[in-house]
């Protein structure tokens, strides 16, 4: 079952631990089973608020390890909201001996990727809601816009998302980005081209016409299993007044083709362009910050 049955309303087990004041550690076990104890376990760190009124969940993207500068982002969310970072499957607390670059290469193991993710995200809305928050935001960079689209399109209680440095359309990004080159190097091995890329792509319309219509990209059968992590596929369950795009105008790692057709995708939501690339769009994080605030409030 892709989506399990009771998914938005299960209460994990968890183990919380107090690290000082009003900053908690949690961790539960992940609704996907891939046989790695460490993956296995999600980890968040929660920064909680006496009224518990609103609440964002903050995911990270490629390579943003432990100690990292995103550790110290947690004034991006107002103070009077509470912020929950999660780590993503096979990274920082989760962090496993996969190349995940390597191993984008393997459909099987994206789509399991995907999904595992978005299924801890959707099981962190339930901790939230059940420690009493009441609003819920979500805000990712990145890989993590991308999971962030995938869980905010399945689960209604995500209120608003701030989608940093993100994109849609994998026949754009796998052939285009400079990151994917070890993907790209694998495809080649099996005799996967651009050109049968786009020729199985060509289903994504109609895919996301079905979308529309039954709610639940997980619904609809397909052979090509990339339209059940794109984010195009995700994007006709969001509406684009609750959405804030933040882009870097020079993004080589998320091509600006790939982020255009994303918001085309989402209803052409407001965007915010920087005048730099995805490395450097931290130089302006003041700037971010300041409008991130301004659409959580």
Same mark, same amino acid.
């Given at each position: 079952?892709?989506?399990?049955?009771?998914?938005?309303?299960?209460?994990?087990?968890?183990?919380?631990?107090?690290?000082?004041?009003?900053?908690?550690?949690?961790?539960?076990?992940?609704?996907?089973?891939?046989?790695?104890?460490?993956?296995?376990?999600?980890?968040?760190?929660?920064?909680?608020?006496?009224?518990?009124?609103?609440?964002?969940?903050?995911?990270?993207?490629?390579?943003?390890?432990?100690?990292?500068?995103?550790?110290?982002?947690?004034?991006?969310?107002?103070?009077?909201?509470?912020?929950?970072?999660?780590?993503?499957?096979?990274?920082?607390?989760?962090?496993?001996?996969?190349?995940?670059?390597?191993?984008?290469?393997?459909?099987? *193991? +994206?789509?399991?990727?995907?999904?595992? &993710?978005?299924?801890?995200? %959707? @099981? =962190?809305?339930? /901790?939230?809601?059940?420690?009493?928050?009441?609003?819920?935001?979500?805000?990712?960079?990145?890989?993590?816009?991308?999971?962030?689209?995938?869980?905010?399109?399945?689960?209604?209680?995500?209120?608003?998302?701030?989608?940093?440095?993100?994109?849609?359309?994998?026949?754009?990004?796998?052939?285009?980005?400079?990151?994917?080159?070890?993907?790209?190097?694998?495809?080649?091995?099996?005799?996967?081209?651009?050109?049968?890329?786009?020729?199985?792509?060509?289903?994504?319309?109609? *895919? +996301?016409?079905?979308?529309?219509?039954? &709610?639940?990209?997980?619904? %609809? @059968? =397909?052979?090509? /299993?990339?339209?059940?992590?794109?984010?195009?596929?995700?994007?006709?369950?969001?509406?684009?007044?609750?959405?804030?795009?933040?882009?870097?105008?020079?993004?080589?790692?998320?091509?600006?083709?790939?982020?255009?057709?994303?918001?085309?995708?989402?209803?052409?939501?407001?965007?915010?362009?920087?005048?730099?690339?995805?490395?450097?769009?931290?130089?302006?994080k003041n700037k971010i910050i300041s409008y991130i605030k301004s659409f959580l409030r």
């Amino acid at each position: 079952m892709l989506l399990p049955k009771n998914i938005f309303q299960e209460i994990p087990s968890l183990r919380k631990n107090k690290l000082k004041n009003n900053l908690f550690e949690i961790r539960f076990q992940s609704e996907v089973n891939t046989f790695n104890k460490k993956n296995d376990t999600v980890y968040l760190l929660l920064k909680d608020t006496e009224k518990r009124s609103k609440a964002s969940i903050l995911v990270h993207g490629l390579g943003m390890e432990v100690g990292s500068k995103w550790d110290t982002y947690l004034r991006v969310v107002p103070e009077t909201i509470g912020a929950c970072y999660i780590d993503l499957p096979h990274q920082r607390h989760r962090k496993t001996k996969k190349d995940l670059l390597t191993s984008f290469g393997d459909g099987i *193991f +994206t789509f399991n990727f995907f999904r595992q &993710g978005t299924l801890d995200i %959707i @099981k =962190t809305v339930n /901790i939230l809601k059940n420690l009493g928050y009441k609003e819920i935001s979500i805000i990712g960079i990145s890989l993590g816009s991308m999971f962030s689209i995938m869980a905010m399109g399945l689960d209604k209680r995500i209120e608003n998302g701030v989608f940093i440095l993100s994109g849609g359309d994998y026949s754009v990004i796998t052939w285009k980005s400079p990151v994917m080159f070890k993907v790209r190097n694998i495809y080649k091995k099996k005799n996967i081209t651009r050109e049968s890329c786009l020729q199985a792509r060509t289903l994504l319309h109609p *895919f +996301t016409k079905s979308v529309k219509k039954c &709610g639940n990209p997980f619904d %609809i @059968k =397909t052979n090509i /299993i990339c339209l059940y992590f794109d984010p195009l596929s995700f994007a006709p369950l969001i509406e684009p007044e609750r959405v804030l795009m933040i882009n870097a105008f020079f993004d080589l790692i998320i091509p600006r083709k790939a982020t255009i057709r994303l918001h085309r995708a989402l209803g052409k939501p407001k965007i915010i362009w920087f005048p730099t690339d995805h490395l450097y769009l931290y130089i302006f994080k003041n700037k971010i910050i300041s409008y991130i605030k301004s659409f959580l409030r």
